[in-house]
């Protein structure tokens, strides 16, 4: 019989402070549409919602996930490996500073997979941050530390693991449209572009006038 394949690897992403065990952001995921029981012939009953299906989130409820957390926290504090298997989860996790970096996949999920991902999430995030990846400036940087994880996974699809490419979607300068001035960052470093934009237009119709 062929294995249950699915997109959806990722069940949670969670940053946790190791200081106070406080949630710093974390993000459950649910596949957007609740796959049907195709209609029984013998039953007048409309088709039903199945119980469980891939991509279903395991904790719905923020004590259930809280719980998870706790005994998630517990349990790494005495690991010395980056890979562990806890209440029927693949867990793979890395530790930056004060901050506790969680991924979060099925039993049978590919750990190198999940890997992957929190190296990506941990490199991203060092990138963004300047290398200060801490309690505080993760929350004073909440945006853009979400937007990572948002361009990591969607809906517990992974889609980005190069942190090069994430950091750059996430940082990157809004798209200056010189003829209408639509989309131009008034700050000084949206003067400085709009500067150098007029610099190379200037250039380019001098060599072409010459």
Not at 1 to 7: D, G, V
Not at 153 to 160: F, K, S
């Amino acid at each position: 019989m062929a294995p249950n394949l699915s997109l959806f690897s990722v069940t949670s992403i969670l940053l946790l402070s190791t200081d106070d065990r406080s949630r710093l952001l974390t993000k459950y995921y649910s596949a957007p549409h609740i796959p049907t029981a195709p209609l029984n012939p013998a039953s007048a009953n409309a088709p039903h919602s199945i119980t469980s299906f891939p991509g279903q989130n395991p904790y719905p409820s923020v004590q259930a996930q809280k719980a998870f957390e706790k005994g998630l926290q517990e349990k790494t504090n005495k690991q010395t490996s980056d890979v562990i298997l806890y209440d029927g989860r693949v867990v793979v996790f890395k530790l930056e500073s004060d901050v506790m970096m969680y991924v979060v996949g099925n039993e049978g999920e590919n750990e190198i997979l999940l890997f992957s991902v929190v190296l990506c999430l941990r490199d991203a995030l060092s990138i963004l941050l300047k290398n200060s990846v801490d309690k505080r400036t993760i929350i004073e940087n909440y945006d853009l530390v979400s937007l990572a994880i948002d361009e990591i996974i969607d809906d517990g699809i992974v889609l980005e693991t190069d942190p090069v490419v994430v950091a750059s979607r996430v940082s990157r300068a809004p798209a200056q449209d010189p003829l209408s001035g639509r989309g131009i960052e008034l700050s000084e470093q949206g003067l400085m572009n709009v500067w150098e934009l007029g610099k190379q237009k200037l250039a380019e119709r001098m060599r072409q006038g010459l």
